[in-house]
């Protein structure tokens, strides 16, 4: 079935330092991927909508500037949190769906990233 | 109000027992996700659904569109089905806040 791989799983970085996300659909090609974010007890909350070769659409909210995303390969996309404070500490989700219709599941998601910005 | 809910919050129940998470929305969507958060984090997609029925195991999906509700029912439930479900619309904008389930032994 359809695989995307997150990574990192857990990442700790000290406040005022960039961390990167990586999200690859692994056997097939995601035109578009999601990513989401999430509070402790909390439910996902969509921050942006990453696409392939253009700008990734963001919601209300999320900022532009310090939520980078970047979508260059059908197979891969990144999040880049920007000097990162201890508030964006947050557990990250990726997701992309498999437009060949194998996944009669709807969305394959990563694995998650516990980011924690000390 | 969220555009979608979910009950119960929190469930705990035997191990064999017939569970039932319930999900109703006020937003229109074309179709609805059922997804399982494990402990750890990692998301699985159960199900996705526009209408009626899908069954996968011991896992069942319903939908009502014209009602904008939908169930999980869970057969036979075992300590590994213990995780977080939350329904959420297809268009990925709209989740509910979960429903957190323990199956004891």
């Known amino acids: 079935g359809a695989v995307v791989s997150q990574h990192p799983s857990r990442v700790i970085c000290k406040s005022g330092t960039s961390v990167k996300i990586e999200c690859r659909s692994l056997?097939?090609?995601?035109?578009?991927m999601f990513w989401y974010r999430q509070f402790p007890k909390k439910s996902l909350m969509l921050m942006a909508t990453?696409?392939?070769?253009?700008?990734?659409?963001?919601e209300q909210g999320v900022e532009k500037d310090k939520f980078l995303i970047n979508h260059a390969s059908l197979t891969l996309s990144t999040l880049t949190v920007t000097s990162a404070h201890p508030e964006d500490s947050s557990f990250y989700i990726c997701?992309?769906?498999?437009?060949?219709?194998?996944?009669?599941?709807?969305?394959?998601f990563g694995s998650g990233t516990r980011l924690t910005v000390v | 109000k969220n555009e979608v809910e979910q009950s119960p919050q929190n469930l705990t129940a035997q191990e064999g027992e017939f569970i039932t998470i319930n999900c109703s929305y006020s937003?229109?969507?074309?179709?609805l996700h059922w997804l399982q958060q494990h402990p750890g984090g990692g998301i699985v997609s159960l199900f996705m659904?526009?209408?009626g029925k899908k069954k996968h195991g011991r896992l069942i999906a319903t939908i009502n569109i014209q009602e904008k509700h939908s169930s999980l029912h869970i057969t036979a439930s075992h300590p590994r089905d213990s995780a977080v479900y939350i329904c959420?619309?297809?268009?990925?904008?709209?989740f509910g806040t979960g429903t957190s389930l323990t199956v004891i032994p």
């Open positions: 959420a619309g297809a268009d990925q904008f709209y």
């Open positions: 990453s696409n392939e070769g253009s700008k990734a659409t963001y």
């Open positions: 997701s992309a769906r498999d437009t060949r219709g194998q996944s009669s599941y709807g969305y394959t």
């Open positions: 659904l526009s209408s």
């Open positions: 056997d097939f090609q995601a035109t578009t």
């Open positions: 937003v229109g969507i074309s179709a």
